[in-house]
T-cell receptor, first 113, second 115 residues
Framework: QKEVEQDPGPLSVPEGAIVSLNCTYSNSAFQYFMWYRQYSRKGPELLMYTYSSGNKEDGRFTAQVDKSSKYISLFIRDSQPSDSATYLCAMSDFSGGYNKLIFGAGTRLAVHP | DTAVSQTPKYLVTQMGNDKSIKCEQNLGHDTMYWYKQDSKKFLKIMFSYNNKELIINETVPNRFSPKSPDKAHLNLHINSLELGDSAVYFC??????????????FGPGTRLLVL
């Protein structure tokens, strides 16, 4: 079993839809949870970052962490064609004082006009 | 100015060859990373250097040897290339502050194809 599980999709939605992306994990020591966005043929870029449980909102994006269920989500409201990308969840426990990220497989999202 | 740059962007080579990929960051960060992304987009850490010191070394064949001449540069040398080494290799950097997570900034990737 992988430490972080993420449905690779692809996920295809019409413009304006609400998108829900999810990851589950097995390591209860994870404390830091991130979502990266990766456009085709580009490097990943950090989209959202949350520490421990709870919600965090940034514009059209909301990240949720439920540590009791070991489940994290990213919601995209009013999705746009420019949101079409692969979304990777990542997490770490910062053990040993160093920043080792464990990534999910990434979910490919296509938003069509 | 590009924050994290990698050269070359594309690398096509024959099995058995030796090749190097170079990475440079101009963000003033003290920690750099190499990741491998396979054809299914799965991104996995290979190595990390903090102030030129190796701090993360995942289970990677010893044909892969990272080298950090200074804080701003991290190179990856691969000996005796195999078909399974075909992937996109990403360099990343961050500033390590013990006790909390920092953003890792990724380069554009080097697409390696071994024939």
């Amino acid at each position: 079993q992988k430490e972080v599980e993420q449905d690779p999709g692809p996920l295809s939605v019409p413009e304006g839809a609400i998108v829900s992306l999810n990851c589950t994990y097995s390591n209860s020591a994870f404390q830091y949870f991130m979502w990266y966005r990766q456009y085709s043929r580009k490097g990943p870029e950090l989209l959202m970052y949350t520490y421990s449980s709870g919600n965090k909102e940034d514009g059209r994006f909301t990240a949720q962490v439920d540590k009791s269920s070991k489940y994290i989500s990213l919601f995209i409201r009013d999705s746009q064609p420019s949101d079409s990308a692969t979304y990777l969840c990542a997490m770490s426990d910062f053990s040993g004082g160093y920043n080792k990220l464990i990534f999910g497989a990434g979910t490919r999202l296509a938003v069509h006009p | 100015d590009t924050a994290v740059s990698q050269t070359p962007k594309y690398l096509v080579t024959q099995m058995g060859n030796d090749k190097s990929i170079k990475c440079e960051q101009n963000l003033g960060h003290d920690t750099m990373y190499w990741y491998k992304q396979d054809s299914k987009k799965f991104l996995k850490i290979m190595f990390s250097y903090n102030n030129k010191e190796l701090i993360i070394n995942e289970t990677v064949p010893n044909r892969f040897s990272p080298k950090s001449p200074d804080k701003a540069h991290l190179n990856l040398h691969i000996n005796s290339l195999e078909l399974g080494d075909s992937a996109v290799y990403f360099c990343a950097s961050s500033q390590v502050n013990r006790g909390y997570q920092e953003t890792q900034y990724f380069g554009p990737g080097t697409r390696l194809l071994v024939l």
